[in-house]
T-cell receptor, first 112, second 115 residues
Framework: GEDVEQSLFLSVREGDSSVINCTYT??????LYWYKQEPGAGLQLLTY?????DMKQDQRLTVLLNKKDKHLSLRIADTQTGDSAIYFC????????????FGQGTELSVKP | EPEVTQTPSHQVTQMGQEVILRCVPI?????FYWYRQILGQKVEFLVS????????KSEIFDDQFSVERPDGSNFTLKIRSTKLEDSAMYFC?????????????FGQGTRLTVV
């Protein structure tokens, strides 16, 4: 079945770049998302990319998509302590009623 | 900023009891979803709902689960006879459309603990 995998933890120093990786199995995935979850809060959409794109940049965030390898990454430039959170990769495809398949989340820890 | 609100934030229930988790989606949204996250595991899709009908449901969403939009504002998830393994964080979400290029807004979740 459909599956999305992420590494569980990432630790970086403030000011460095963070790269969070995600792999997925469903080659029919049309939309690929990154969500952020802060403690006690819901899932906040950070950005998404269509499957016909290779890259999307939004301020400090850069999303790269390698469709051949079914690999998605989120790069956060100049990581700040406020970026510490759990980051979820999620994928969806058309005609599934908006259903998203999530990865298990990567906990990003930013050290001063 | 409009938001999805869920109540209660934490619910403790005895095994075998019925629970109803409540959600108020964003007012102009038409599509509604429930997801759950068992501690330490992935966020899993349960069900999507549109026009008073279930659009899509997962294998998890068996006969013990039901959803309802009892009035113009609430969207509820009912678990008829809770099991220990139903303990999880349950997230409600809503979107303007069911198309994937519209953002699904998530609530802060209800932590359900079955004892």
């Amino acid at each position: 079945g459909e599956d999305v995998e992420q590494s569980l933890f990432l630790s970086v120093r403030e000011g460095d770049s963070s790269v969070i990786n995600c792999t997925y199995t469903d080659s029919s995935s049309t939309y690929l998302y990154w969500y952020k979850q802060e403690p006690g809060a819901g899932l906040q959409l950070l950005t998404y990319i269509f499957s016909n794109m290779d890259m999307k940049q939004d301020q400090r965030l850069t999303v790269l998509l390698n469709k051949k390898d079914k690999h998605l990454s989120l790069r956060i430039a100049d990581t700040q302590t406020g970026d510490s959170a759990i980051y979820f990769c999620a994928v969806g495809r058309k005609n599934q009623g908006g259903k998203l398949i999530f990865g298990q989340g990567t906990e990003l820890s930013v050290k001063p | 900023e409009p938001e999805v609100t869920q109540t209660p934030s934490h619910q403790v229930t005895q095994m075998g009891q019925e629970v109803i988790l409540r959600c108020v989606p964003i007012s102009n949204h038409l599509y509604f979803y429930w997801y759950r996250q068992i501690l330490g595991q992935k966020v899993e899709f349960l069900v999507s709902f549109y026009n008073n009908e279930i659009s899509e449901k997962s294998e998890i969403f068996d006969d013990q689960f039901s959803v309802e939009r009892p009035d113009g504002s609430n969207f509820t998830l009912k678990i008829r006879s809770t099991k220990l393994e139903d303990s999880a964080m349950y997230f409600c979400a809503s979107s303007e459309e069911g198309q994937l290029n519209t953002e699904a807004f998530f609530g802060q979740g209800t932590r359900l603990t079955v004892v």
